[in-house]
């Protein structure tokens, strides 16, 4: 079983959908998560961080299930630009998924 | 701030040749550094990470080998490319531990490098 693992989709949702994307982890001591945008061709840049309360910013929220050993990525209204991969990553390891590619359409 | 610069940003070898990439950080004393290389299509793997001058720790065994011969200087070397050394391959950096250690990364540009 991979460390990290991710649907690779492709998500293809219309503008102004609510998509979600889940990464599931394999070391229940796993400390700090992130999810990260990567549009095509570029670095990866950190969307956000994953707290154990859940976190918000914006259209993006972000949930930790410990018990469950995931974390989910939504995305409320989604918007043309929203198109991208999404990577969560799993420190204490720097293990990265191999990313969930989102295309929103018009 | 910080910036992270990489250089090249793309770069074309022939099989057997050898490699020198560096990365550098701005704006910040005693980082983690961090190589990574992508596939097409697929997420990161971790090659190498340091967390200090000199010290340098390998996450897979490879064809590649690391240096830090300053603090915020980070070389990734090849003595003979192989055509699987193909990707991309993005150099990070996070907080050290003695700025209150953080996981968070941030990535340079990146170097698409192809090995014919």
């Known amino acids: 079983r991979k460390e990290v693992e991710q649907d690779p989709g492709p998500f293809n949702v219309p503008e102004g959908a609510t998509v979600a994307f889940n990464c599931t982890y394999s070391n229940s001591a796993s400390q700090s998560f992130f999810w990260y945008r990567q549009d095509c061709r570029k670095e990866p840049k950190l969307l956000m961080s994953v707290y154990s309360s859940g976190n918000e910013d914006g259209r993006f929220t972000a949930q930790l299930n410990r018990a469950s050993q995931y974390i989910s990525l939504l995305i409320r209204d989604s918007k043309l630009s929203d198109s991208a991969t999404y990577l969560c990553?799993?420190?204490?390891?720097?293990?990265f998924g191999d990313g969930t590619t989102l295309t929103v359409k018009p | 701030s910080q910036t992270i610069h990489q250089w090249p940003a793309t770069l074309v070898q022939p099989v057997g040749s050898p490699l020198s990439l560096e990365c550098t950080v701005e704006?910040?004393?005693?980082?983690?550094l961090y190589w990574y290389r992508q596939a097409a299509g697929r997420g990161l793997q971790l090659l190498f990470y340091s967390v200090g001058i000199g010290q340098i720790s390998s996450e897979v065994p490879q064809n590649l080998s690391a240096s830090r011969p300053q603090d915020r200087q980070f070389i990734l070397s090849s003595k003979k490319l192989l055509l699987s050394d193909s990707g991309f391959y993005l150099c990070a950096w996070s907080l050290g531990i003695t700025s209150g250690s953080t996981d968070t990364q941030y990535f340079g540009p990146g170097t698409r490098l192809t090995v014919l």
């Open positions: 704006g910040t004393s005693n980082p983690n």
């Open positions: 990553v799993v420190n204490g390891t720097s293990t």
